[in-house]
């Protein structure tokens, strides 16, 4: 059984930091691409960095510059480093990753992890 979970939450001032993690776990045969998405009350469910295999990242416009996302192969972990944070960027985070599971079908998809929560205060 595939899961991924998060961690690294919480409440903080704007202008404060924290690293989100999420970690893979089960039979996994490979991974293709992870990454983080966001949710905040009333709106639509944002893309806000992935990775690939290859290391190549990908970020939203709204934070570039401020957040980074990177990767430890060997934990099949990623990470989500947010500095400068703003009220704004509070929301429901989820971690997201496309791989293949080592079962009778062997077929990459898509797996969510839980969700965490960011709270930035003014």
């Known amino acids: 059984q595939v899961q991924l979970v998060e961690s690294g939450g919480g409440l903080v001032q704007a202008g404060g930091s924290l690293r989100l993690s999420c970690a893979a776990s089960g039979s996994i045969f490979s991974i293709n691409a992870m990454g983080w998405f966001r949710q905040a009350p009333g709106k639509q469910r944002e893309l806000v960095a992935a990775?690939?295999?290859?290391?190549?990242?990908n970020y939203a416009d709204s934070v570039k510059g401020q957040f980074t996302i990177s990767r430890d192969n060997a934990k099949k972990t990623v990470y989500l480093q947010m500095d400068s944070l703003k009220p704004e960027d509070t929301a429901v985070y989820y971690c997201?990753?496309?791989?293949?599971?080592?079962?009778?079908?062997?077929?990459?998809?898509?797996?969510w992890g839980q969700g965490t929560q960011v709270t930035v205060s003014s």
């Open positions: 997201n990753g496309v791989l293949t599971a080592v079962d009778s079908v062997m077929s990459s998809r898509s797996y």
């Open positions: 990775i690939t295999s290859g290391g190549s990242t």
